[in-house]
């Protein structure tokens, strides 16, 4: 199984598209992929996710990590993976679900707020932490756990992330985020969908990159 770091080091951000329909999903898969996403995660409280997920996953091929988010039954493991969905992507910390993703052979990134539930999912064989929500911590605590964390664990950041705030996140340690309703929501048309994409993605490599010369 390549490691995680493999998905996040072309472009770290995780296109949450809660709401997605299957009719709409290869359009919009196929304009974030475009702007450089890989990893795509529909929450299994859109219409028909696995649907979506079967037509993602088949028509991105390999070169993207498809697979459901908020995912709260250890049991929604084996569909996501029988509709060829590689990425398990969940809210909570929950060690059961996270045991299952592995089982299963696929990537399992939950969601934590303490670094109890962080070092619990870490323990559990979780391949990355989403912070999770964003809006009820701070740069500051992320730095915080970045010194207690084993070394190269990646943190991205879920809930209220824009082009315009990441940059102190990433100045913290974040290692990529989770972007959801800034990005796209349902009805959204694809074009608009596109150039939020191509913003996100040109301001993770501006932040990144002036990160990179000042260290």
Not at 79 to 99: C, E, K, Q, T, Y
Not at 107 to 125: H, K, R, S
Not at 127 to 138: M, T, V
Not at 147 to 176: C, H, R
Request: hydrophobic content about 50%; some cysteine; aromatic content about 6%.
């Amino acid at each position: 199984m390549t490691p995680m770091k493999a998905w996040l080091d072309p472009l770290p951000l995780v296109a949450i598209l809660r709401g997605l329909t299957p009719d709409e999903s290869i359009d919009i898969g196929h304009v974030l992929v475009a702007a450089g996403f890989r990893m795509l995660e529909v929450p299994l409280n859109s219409p028909q996710p696995f649907e979506s997920i079967r037509r993602l996953a088949g028509t991105l091929g390999e070169a993207t990590l498809v697979g459901a988010g908020t995912v709260l039954d250890p049991a929604d493991v084996a569909r996501v993976a029988n509709v060829g969905g590689r990425l398990i992507v969940m809210p909570h910390a929950d060690v059961a679900v996270i045991r299952a993703a592995k089982q299963a052979g696929l990537y399992c990134v939950p969601g934590v707020a303490t670094p109890t539930e962080a070092f619990a999912a870490l323990a559990a064989g979780a391949d990355a932490l989403k912070l999770f929500p964003a809006e009820q911590s701070a740069p500051v605590v992320l730095k915080a756990w970045r010194a207690v964390l084993p070394a190269g664990t990646a943190v991205l950041p879920v809930g209220g992330i824009t082009p315009d705030t990441m940059a102190p996140w990433i100045a913290a340690g974040a290692a990529g985020f989770g972007i959801g309703g800034a990005l796209y929501a349902p009805g959204r048309p694809a074009g608009d969908v596109a150039a939020q994409a191509r913003a996100f993605a040109d301001a993770w490599q501006r932040h990144s990159v002036s990160k990179g010369s000042m260290a």
